[in-house]
T-cell receptor
Framework: AQSVTQPDIHITVSEGASLELRCNYSYGATPYLFWYVQSPGQGLQLLLKYFSGDTLVQGIKGFEAEFKRSQSSFNLRKPSVHWSDAAEYFCAVAPPGGTYKYIFGTGTRLKVLA | NAGVTQTPKFQVLKTGQSMTLQCAQDMNHEYMSWYRQDPGMGLRLIHYSVGAGITDQGEVPNGYNVSRSTTEDFPLRLLSAAPSQTSVYFC??????????????FGEGSWLTVV
């Protein structure tokens, strides 16, 4: 079955520390991969996406993610976390081509300590 | 630059009442969908549409109806609200992949409480 796993429900880091949020997927073929961020009481904002090509993708707000086909992973990273990064982060996959059926992970809530 | 617009943002319903969550997009996207978000469960697809006049069920369709009479609008109807439908609802739209490459755009969400 197709699925997305975010193994960390909560993560706490200190401001200025580095961050890595994990995402693993189970899919028949290499899907399109996404990371979204949701601030409290807000909708979802796209951070970055991978369709093909360079496996290291850059996104907004200083985030990047690396696609590793052998590990079926798409981990999100940031070298230095800011207090404003506290939010919930969702990994999602979608089949290649035009699509409406995204599969989301259950999310990782990030807390940033001052 | 409206994008995806959902109304209302907050709603309290009594069990058994019906209501419609409105969703409109101005990006001429073919695909529209409704998700619900519950703690610890991520977003789950309720219904989706691949174009005007075409709708289909997602993962959790029971208790909800949709229609797509125009490209722009995709309302979600709760027929007889139940406490289990207390959730945050997100409308989303995306293209067929030939232009913006599958990015899905979300509305800001509708917080629904059924008492």
């Amino acid at each position: 079955a197709q699925s997305v796993t975010q193994p960390d429900i909560h993560i706490t880091v200190s401001e200025g520390a580095s961050l890595e949020l994990r995402c693993n997927y189970s899919y028949g073929a290499t899907p399109y991969l996404f990371w979204y961020v949701q601030s409290p009481g807000q909708g979802l904002q796209l951070l970055l996406k991978y369709f093909s090509g360079d496996t290291l993708v850059q996104g907004i707000k200083g985030f990047e993610a690396e696609f590793k086909r052998s590990q079926s992973s798409f981990n999100l990273r940031k070298p230095s976390v800011h207090w404003s990064d506290a939010a919930e982060y969702f990994c999602a996959v979608a089949p290649p081509g035009g699509t409406y059926k995204y599969i989301f992970g259950t999310g990782t809530r990030l807390k940033v300590l001052a | 630059n409206a994008g995806v617009t959902q109304t209302p943002k907050f709603q309290v319903l009594k069990t058994g009442q019906s209501m419609t969550l409105q969703c409109a997009q101005d990006m001429n996207h073919e695909y529209m969908s409704w998700y619900r978000q519950d703690p610890g469960m991520g977003l789950r697809l309720i219904h989706y549409s691949v174009g005007a006049g075409i709708t289909d069920q997602g993962e959790v369709p029971n208790g909800y109806n949709v229609s797509r009479s125009t490209t722009e609008d995709f309302p979600l109807r709760l027929l007889s609200a139940a406490p289990s439908q207390t959730s945050v609802y997100f409308c989303a739209s995306s293209s067929d992949g030939r232009t913006s490459g599958n990015t899905i755009y979300f509305g800001e969400g509708s917080w629904l409480t059924v008492v």
